[in-house]
């Protein structure tokens, strides 16, 4: 849930200053020529899921792993810990970041 929302939070401000901050472009070499392909909201849409569904596999592959080779099962509770919440702060400061720069695309407007 937290992955989710922190990812869509990225992509909506991602969106938002592609789309009406001047200057503004998608620094990630691997999505931009997509987002130039598809449309900035199209792109957006599908790599977001693609990224949520890849963390999650990974992760859930993960805790299953870590399960079959130990008695416990705490480890697993790690594992989902590490495979959400790393990648869940980076959407986070990602997001964050993506609002600084939408503050400095409207001061950079002037008085309204």
Same mark, same amino acid.
């Given at each position: 849930?937290?992955?989710?929302?922190?990812?869509?939070?990225?992509?909506?401000?991602?969106?938002?200053?592609? =789309?009406?901050?001047?200057?503004?472009?998608?620094?990630?070499?691997?999505?931009?020529?997509?987002?130039r392909?598809?449309?900035?909201?199209?792109?957006?849409?599908?790599? /977001?899921?693609?990224?949520?569904?890849?963390?999650?596999?990974?992760?859930?592959?993960?805790?299953i792993?870590?399960?079959?080779?130990?008695?416990?099962?705490?480890?697993?509770?790690?594992?989902?810990?590490?495979?959400?919440g790393?990648?869940?702060?980076?959407?986070?400061?990602? /997001?964050?970041?993506?609002?600084?720069?939408?503050?400095?695309?409207?001061? =950079?407007?002037?008085?309204?």
């Amino acid at each position: 849930m937290l992955l989710t929302a922190t990812k869509i939070a990225d992509a909506a401000t991602t969106g938002v200053g592609l =789309a009406y901050v001047p200057g503004v472009y998608e620094a990630n070499t691997v999505v931009a020529p997509l987002f130039r392909q598809m449309g900035t909201a199209s792109g957006l849409l599908v790599t /977001s899921f693609a990224v949520v569904v890849a963390i999650a596999l990974v992760t859930e592959v993960g805790a299953i792993f870590v399960c079959s080779r130990r008695a416990d099962a705490n480890l697993a509770s790690v594992v989902r810990l590490v495979g959400y919440g790393v990648p869940s702060a980076v959407f986070a400061a990602a /997001s964050l970041h993506n609002v600084a720069v939408l503050l400095s695309g409207i001061e =950079a407007l002037g008085p309204v």
